[in-house]
């Protein structure tokens, strides 16, 4: 299996997926994560795959967009992955910042934590948990997102849909 093949996905061409059971188009590195063969996170080089999705993190943390942004590649995509399939809900560099403005203006409490951090090459696959306070109560969710980068810089990020975090999660 290549990480960096090609497959059409409906009407797109996402680079390094592979096509399952002829329907969906799945990033190459999810499978890795199932398999077991991603690295787990220890202490990375500054320069590696998994630091920047940290500082990618860290500025959303931080609602630094401009910060963010830096981080990304120009064509950079954001895919919404469920059951029924996938959709590119950001595409290019100018429609993130737009998102992320609206998001930071309209709420400035939500914070992520990475959980689970897996890299392969060029490729990272996280559990993430988002918190937030509503109605005066503490809530979290978490998520598996999946990153692609090239340089070094982000070029899309699959995000599953939501769920309760796990039990052994911290």
């Known amino acids: 299996m290549n990480?960096?093949?090609?497959?059409?996905?409906?009407?797109?061409?996402?680079?390094?997926?592979?096509?399952?059971?002829?329907?969906?188009?799945?990033?190459?590195?999810f499978l890795l994560l199932?398999?077991?063969?991603?690295?787990?996170?220890s202490a990375h080089p500054a320069d590696s795959s998994l630091a920047t999705v940290d500082r990618f993190v860290a500025a959303f943390n931080?609602?630094?967009?401009?910060?963010?942004?830096?981080?990304?590649?120009?064509?950079?995509r954001w895919i919404s992955v469920d059951e029924?399939?996938?959709?590119?809900?950001?595409?290019?560099?100018?429609?993130?910042?737009?998102?992320?403005?609206?998001?930071?203006?309209?709420d400035t409490r939500t914070?992520?934590?990475?959980l689970e951090k897996f890299e392969s090459r060029s490729?990272?696959?996280?559990?993430?948990?988002?918190?937030?306070?509503?109605?005066?109560?503490q809530k979290s969710q978490c998520s598996v997102a999946i990153y692609?980068?090239?340089?070094?810089r982000i070029s899309a990020v699959w995000y599953f849909p939501s769920h309760d975090c796990p039990d052994h999660a911290p």
């Not at 199932?34 to 996170?41: I, N, P, Q």
């Not at 029924?84 to 809900?89: C, K, L, R």
Request: glycine fraction near 10%.
């Open 84 to 106: 029924a399939g996938m959709t590119v809900t950001v595409e290019g560099k100018e429609a993130l910042r737009a998102s992320l403005l609206e998001m930071f203006e309209s």
């Open 123 to 137: 490729w990272v696959t996280t559990l993430e948990r988002a918190t937030w306070t509503a109605g005066g109560e």
């Open 148 to 152: 692609a980068l090239r340089d070094n």
């Open 62 to 76: 931080a609602k630094q967009p401009n910060e963010m942004l830096s981080l990304c590649n120009g064509d950079f």
């Open 34 to 41: 199932l398999s077991g063969t991603g690295v787990a996170d």
């Open 111 to 114: 914070r992520s934590v990475l």
């Open 3 to 29: 990480d960096m093949e090609d497959n059409r996905c409906g009407s797109t061409t996402i680079r390094g997926t592979i096509t399952l059971l002829g329907l969906w188009c799945v990033p190459t590195s």
